[in-house]
């Protein structure tokens, strides 16, 4: 007894057969009877302006919760990716822990697996879509079917009329019997019936389902495809989000992050095309015959197709019993005819080879053509494939919609975290790349070179060569012989070719210092195949510099320049000696070092700098010197009369003071770049120009002009 009462336990289902439409028919029930704002309509009908607005006013809705939260993320990812403008919270975060890399890895996985998800429920609206697109199809070429035999029908009693009549046209009156003649006004009679019967088929029978069909297909390929590039998206953005976190690459990670903030928008205002989808499919199938019909704008004849009742009669009875009696009549009298035939000799084989026959043929494909056409008009299979894409829609197509409408929430709740949290990692990765280029411009790993640069630095002077006259109102009168006149500057500058570390044009060109008239200039090809290395550029670019300046004492050692600005950074610098510093030393000339680019130097960032001149600025100045948490002071900030947004950088490169350095450039200065170095950038590009255009690479280049 026990033994039977287990096994009888064992064989009890966990669920029902049908819990699939149990599931189904409970949401169709909650569906329908959902809250519907303006007392919208529950009955289906999409020629009801008012239940359609109702279906767009959930979409619109959508569409602006997240073009709201769209707006509100991207204020955050500008700010904290682009703008760099990070939270007290993520300054104070400590690099040293990956916990917060870990969590964001652990929740990019769940995003992308969400993502995926969907294609759950997509399956099961495709099914269901696939058994509707069947059925539609299968009953439009029944109806084409059913109109084809109809014609085919007219153009058989059309040539059995056309043989009666040729019948009595070819033989005298006294040679035919009655009978003929009967025979060809009962084949016109048999003729009409044809074309009746076809006139009722293209009235009565729609052509249009299959065209129906396909735009339902093209709709749901829509919203399919929009879903799919919103799910295969955030996946991959989520993949490479995690590889970016993993190799700690800021430039994917910040790619990722803009692809999954293109999907915000796409995925609520799917929330609201899933959820009126929802809706419209539970409203359809709390009814679905009487849908169906209104859908289909059905007649009574469509509808003895998709309801076939019990006891309804075929809608084109009348016609083929119409067409059926007259062609028997036809016939009798064709068999009549072909016995006369029989007892008349020549003339009766003439008129039964000739007419008789072919009309018996005829008719017998007309037989055929009728038995077909009453074989479409059988309701029970149209009835039975349009049931059974209705049973698909209302469960697999209302489970699917609904599951992709659920998948769309948790995707945009997921999509909202995961951006944040992304930021948040974003922000940490690039604290972290920023720090390590920091400790790199500090620590060389070449020993050599290092050593070099200690030595040189140790030879480094802060202080002016001489007492420099700069303009003729300077002059001293009290030691006129200590001071000297400043009467020629040099610049010197190089230019890369476009996409090329390695290939570039040095040049070097002499001003009057009181006119800024041109006196000298020279090009020299160089190639730099050493890898670029933080913190020591000069070992890279100072040989063509060197090489510039050789020539020139050896060419025209009158125009030797008094002082050289270059265009890179003297002692400021995050080892205390950069280009300018570096080249004035090698050749014990005064040096004017103007960056572009502000190194980070004693606790000093790009930042602090700009803070800088904001305040100087807004007091009027168009000069900050920067000092730095030392309190040392290493460089000056030139803005210009003009306000330029991005300054120069002007310091001390080697016998010079920073107080000279800031009156010669200011004095050189007609635009933002002193015009030494602005005319040698200005002349070096030309020649970079002059190569692209030509795509030829000199690599013997080594000019110079003299101008008198």
């Known amino acids: ?95 040293e822990s990956s916990s917060i890399e870990i969590s964001a890895v652990i929740l990019l996985t769940v995003l992308a697996i969400s993502s995926l998800s969907g294609l759950l429920g997509e399956a099961q609206v495709d099914y269901s879509a696939g058994v509707v697109r069947h059925a539609m199809t299968n009953t439009s070429r029944l109806f084409e079917s059913s109109q084809r035999l109809a014609w085919d029908s007219v153009n058989t009693s059309q040539s059995i009329k056309m043989l009666a009549d040729d019948l009595l046209v070819s033989f005298n009156d006294t040679d035919l019997p009655s009978d003929a003649f009967k025979m060809s006004g009962e084949a016109q009679i048999l003729f009409h019936a044809s074309k009746e ?19 339902w297909e093209y709709s749901y390929f829509m919203l399919k495809s929009t879903t799919n590039f919103a799910i295969l998206a955030v996946a991959l953005a989520s993949f490479l989000s995690i590889s970016s976190i993993g190799w700690s690459m800021v430039t994917p990670l910040r790619l990722s992050i803009f692809i999954i903030l293109s999907v915000v928008p796409i995925s609520h205002t799917l929330i609201g095309v899933y959820l009126s989808s929802t809706m419209m499919t539970a409203d359809f199938c709390s009814a679905p015959m009487n849908s169906t019909m209104t859908l289909l704008h059905t007649t009574a004849t469509v509808n003895y197709y998709l309801e076939c009742p019990a006891n309804a009669s075929n809608p084109f009875v009348s016609y083929t019993d119409r067409l059926d009696q007259t062609k028997r009549l036809v016939s009798d009298l064709q068999k009549t005819l072909e016995i006369y035939a029989q007892q008349h000799g020549d003339v009766g084989m003439h008129m039964k080879s000739s007419f008789l026959d072919p009309i018996g043929a005829r008719l017998e494909e007309l037989e055929t053509q009728a038995l077909s056409f009453n074989a479409t008009q059988s309701c029970q ?46 922000e940490r990765v690039h604290m972290r790349e920023v720090r390590s280029e920091m400790r790199y411009q500090l620590l060389s790993t070449y020993e050599d070179d290092n050593m070099e640069h200690l030595e040189l630095k140790a030879r480094l002077k802060e202080e002016d060569a001489h007492n420099w006259q700069l303009h003729a109102s300077d002059a001293d009168t009290s030691a006129p012989s200590t001071q000297r006149p400043l009467r020629r500057v040099a610049g010197v500058d190089i230019s890369f070719l476009k996409g090329s ?65 270059v265009d890179g950074n003297g002692i400021l610098h995050p080892l205390g000696f950069g280009l300018a510093s570096h080249f004035g030393v090698l050749r014990e000339i005064p040096t004017i070092g103007v960056g572009k680019t502000f190194l980070h130097v004693d606790g000093l960032t790009k930042g602090d700098a700009k803070r800088m001149m904001q305040e100087a600025k807004a007091a ?70 002059e190569w692209e255009t030509t795509g030829v690479l000199n690599t013997t280049l080594d000019r110079f002009t003299i101008h008198r």
């Open 1 to 95: 007894m026990a033994l039977h009462a287990s096994s009888a336990a064992a064989t009890l289902p966990m669920l029902p057969p049908d819990y699939h439409h149990e599931v189904a028919q409970e949401l169709v029930a909650f569906f329908h009877g959902f809250y519907r704002f303006g007392a919208a309509p529950t009955q289906f009908n999409l020629d009801d302006p008012q239940y359609l607005q109702m279906l767009h006013n959930m979409m619109f809705a959508s569409l602006t919760i997240g073009a709201i939260v769209f707006i509100v993320l991207c204020i955050i990812v500008i700010r904290r990716t682009i703008l760099h403008i990070r939270s007290s919270y993520a300054r104070s975060l400590s690099m």
């Open 197 to 215: 019967l076809y006139n009722a088929t293209d009235k009565l029978l729609p052509k249009n389902y299959a065209e129906q069909a396909k735009d």
């Open 381 to 426: 299979n149209v009835s039975a494939g349009i049931e059974h894409a209705l049973n698909a829609y209302c469960e697999y197509g209302m489970l699917g919609l609904f599951w992709m409408w659920v998948h769309q929430i948790i995707l945009c709740l997921v999509l909202f975290i995961g951006v944040v949290t992304s930021v948040l990692v974003y």
């Open 501 to 565: 570390n390695e290939h570039a044009c040095a040049s070097i060109v002499v001003l009057d210092f009181s006119t800024l008239e041109l006196l000298y200039e020279a090009f020299t090809y160089v190639s730099l195949p050493a890898p670029y290395i933080a913190g020591f550029l000069a070992f890279r670019e100072v040989p063509a510099l060197t090489k510039l300046y050789d020539d020139l004492l050896e060419r025209c050692p009158e125009l030797a320049p008094d002082i050289i600005l």
């Open 620 to 689: 009027g100045e168009q000069l900050v010197k920067i000092r730095g948490a030392s309190g040392r002071v290493w460089a000056a900030a030139l803005c210009g009369p003009r306000g330029v947004q991005n300054p120069v950088y002007v310091s001390v490169g080697h016998h010079v003071t920073l107080d000279t350095a800031i009156a010669v450039v200011l004095a050189c200065s007609k635009y933002r770049v002193p015009e030494p170095i602005r005319q040698a950038d200005i002349r070096s590009r030309e020649v970079i120009r």
